[in-house]
């Protein structure tokens, strides 16, 4: 049995044992470079002692240092490019899904399973044929394989699926807008990836003054990190840990046009429109009320 065999099984026995942690407990810092070096050298201890935090303690962890030189300009370069030739569209994910990009506003939103004012850029791996497509791609799989790793999976299992086998990749280029970016309160989907990771390319006090990324401490309590986040950083946790992103700058007029607010680049496994009932991450404010989400 090979180390991320142990690791799923690891999981699959707590997950059997204890219920799903809902609100987070102690929130630490990690730098990337330690995470990194565990899985190559292949520490077992010290690996399962992380899945334990993260699952029996409810701990998370700022992930410090994730993102390769230059990564901010090429997701900036890339969405205006897309903002600049292609309207904004939604496609299913079926077998040629392209590329694509939607300003996702407060009408849009109720279209999705989960309330969000962002406005986002869909990449597929199947389609990365440009150098920034491509140095996208490069530089969220030198963190996400890891991820990967770390919640039971191989480094590169799903990377090169396409929509007819089930699940897939998806990387999303996101921007919160200043003017009332948000993300309300849900939980992820850990039916294909048990540990949630993203890459925050913002810094609040700089890029935005008010709002950011924050867990559930309790049913009234939150926690807001973005103090604590640096541009390149990443917050990974297990999925059922309640979260959101609070109103980026909430008294400013919001504009689809600007690049100003929080840039935030996405990595998840999806299950495609070809499962039937697939599972989605899940709302839980009451703003949505869809049984399944359809985008």
Not at 18 to 45: C, I, N, R
Not at 141 to 162: M, Q, S, T
Not at 263 to 274: A, I
């Amino acid at each position: 049995m090979n180390l991320e065999q142990k690791l799923d099984k690891y999981w699959k026995y707590l997950e059997n044992k204890h219920t799903p942690p809902k609100y987070v407990g102690k929130v630490h810092e990690l730098q990337f470079s330690v995470l990194k070096k565990a899985v190559d050298k292949q520490d077992e201890k010290f690996l399962k002692k992380l899945i334990r935090k993260m699952y029996i303690d409810k701990e998370a962890f700022i992930l410090k240092n994730c993102a390769t030189k230059g990564l901010k300009k090429v997701m900036i370069d890339l969405a205006n490019r897309f903002k600049k030739n292609k309207k904004s569209n939604f496609y299913k994910m079926y077998d040629g899904v392209p590329n694509f990009h939607r300003a996702i506003n407060k009408v849009l939103t109720k279209k999705y399973s989960l309330y969000a004012i962002k406005h986002s850029f869909y990449f597929y791996n199947w389609n990365a044929k440009s150098k920034l497509e491509k140095n996208l791609k490069n530089g969220a799989y030198w963190h996400w394989r890891y991820v990967k790793f770390l919640a039971g999976n191989e480094k590169k299992k799903y990377e090169n699926n396409i929509p007819s086998d089930g699940q897939i990749d998806r990387l999303q280029i996101v921007r919160y807008p200043s003017g009332g970016g948000q993300l309300r309160d849900h939980v992820d989907s850990r039916k294909n990836q048990r540990v949630v990771s993203g890459i925050v390319m913002s810094k609040r006090g700089i890029d935005y003054e008010e709002g950011g990324f924050y867990f559930n401490k309790s049913k009234d309590k939150r926690i807001n990190l973005e103090s604590r986040i640096d541009e390149g950083d990443a917050v990974i946790f297990y999925g059922s840990l309640v979260h959101g992103v609070e109103a980026i700058d909430p008294d400013k007029k919001l504009s689809w046009k600007s690049n100003k607010g929080r840039w935030f680049l996405g990595m998840f496994v999806n299950d495609s429109d070809h499962v039937k009932n697939r599972i989605t991450s899940e709302d839980l404010t009451g703003s949505i009320k869809r049984k399944f989400n359809k985008h």
